[in-house]
């Protein structure tokens, strides 16, 4: 199956999601969550989880897709664990190959970026500066060459 998810995180974010939200959301049609619920429940990943600047949002977004498509359930198996942490790993090794890191602030480095909790407004000058949304489209593109070359069996 062809997956694209690319437009839809990129025009999310350009509408005011945050990078996680963007990415998280865009992959609603296949988590089969609702598109209000993802944006909720991947709001506090925004800018390096909580605008602290650590893992890129979109990054972690990344890995919740995954969790809901592959991860393990209420049965806790080492195996079926280590197999998941590898394809997260995966996905990150694949996110840092395009960007060198998948630290936030790292990311946004040479950019006057703070880790106060108030977000900055998103004007057009923002979206010039900021290179987030290369990092949502980045992130959706692994994730849509994952899906496609590892069906989800859920």
Avoid: W
Avoid at 58 to 76: D, H, K, N, P, R
Avoid at 94 to 114: P, S, Y
Wanted: net charge neutral; aromatic share 10%; hydrophobic share 35%.
């Amino acid at each position: 199956m062809k997956y694209d998810h690319t437009e839809k995180a990129v025009s999310l974010f350009t509408q005011g999601c945050n990078c996680a939200q963007a990415v998280f959301a865009a992959f609603s049609d296949v988590t089969g969550m609702d598109e209000e619920l993802a944006k909720r429940l991947s709001s506090s990943f925004g800018g390096g989880m909580g605008r602290m600047r650590e893992v890129c949002g979109t990054c972690s977004a990344m890995f919740m897709v995954a969790g809901i498509l592959y991860g393990e359930g209420t049965e806790q198996d080492d195996k079926l664990k280590a197999e998941h942490y590898k394809r997260i790993q995966y996905l990150a090794d694949e996110f840092r190959k395009e960007h060198d890191t998948i630290i936030c602030r790292d990311l946004l480095k040479g950019l006057a970026v703070t880790s106060e909790p108030t977000p900055e407004k998103r004007t057009e000058q923002y979206y010039k500066v900021r290179p987030c949304a290369k990092f949502v489209k980045t992130a959706a593109e692994i994730l849509d060459r994952y899906l496609e070359e590892n069906p989800p069996k859920k």
